[in-house]
């Protein structure tokens, strides 16, 4: 199969989690919603190609490593909403310049909430699409190699330290492309912790592997997580960096 390999390289990651009040908490891997829109978002596509959207997600196949576990960060805010200069009408606005006035009881009044970061992290995916139809594998390569617009890997302020897209390759699975990618030279030592599909070929998993149950589907349509799948995680040991 064609694979695609991307290296997630920031000064802060967020794979979200499902919310738990107003923490918003993250998981160790990129989740199957968050590579979906990081994928629209080069592809140009917004919040309204709710069917393309649902299509990619149900399309897309992906591995994934951590090559450098860096550390949890946690940002603390706090905003004061009812404050004058926080008024809604004054103080809404999107990215196209128009008024977008905030409503119901998230409007006014104090808010405080924790949002979960991974800071110095590093992780390398290898994901493909099934089905022959648009967008076909090559053309989310050029994607993100010529986004329609910047990228960030998960929350707005995690914008990537290198391209994303490090190469192109053809691989008889997803977990086999990911343990002979060379890692990073700021990668961990000894065996790296995975996740796949379950049901790929594990081939070049090193060791056992255990199934888990993750929530990272996204219904597009009422912009709310969902669903309840199964992935495998075990451990790779992918070459050293080439020097």
Known sequence: MKVLVLRLDAPLVSFGAPMVDQNGVVQAFPTLSLLTGMLANALGWNHHDTSKLTSLQSRLRFAARIDRRGEALVDYQIADLGQPWMIAKNAGWTTRGAIAERGGASGEGLHIRYRHYRADSLHTVTL?????????????????????????????????????????????????????????ARADSGLLSACWWEGDDPTGAVGESRVVHVTDERDWKNQIHTGRRLMREGRVDPPEAQP
Request: net charge negative; proline share 11%; charged share 25%.
């Open 128 to 184: 493909t699409l099934v089905g022959e139809e648009s967008p076909t594998v090559d053309e989310v390569a050029r994607a993100l190699t010529e986004p329609a617009r910047p990228l960030f890997i998960g929350r707005k302020c995690c914008i990537p330290a290198s391209r994303l897209l490090l190469d192109t390759i053809e691989a008889p699975s997803l977990v086999a492309a990911l343990a002979c990618i060379p890692r990073s």
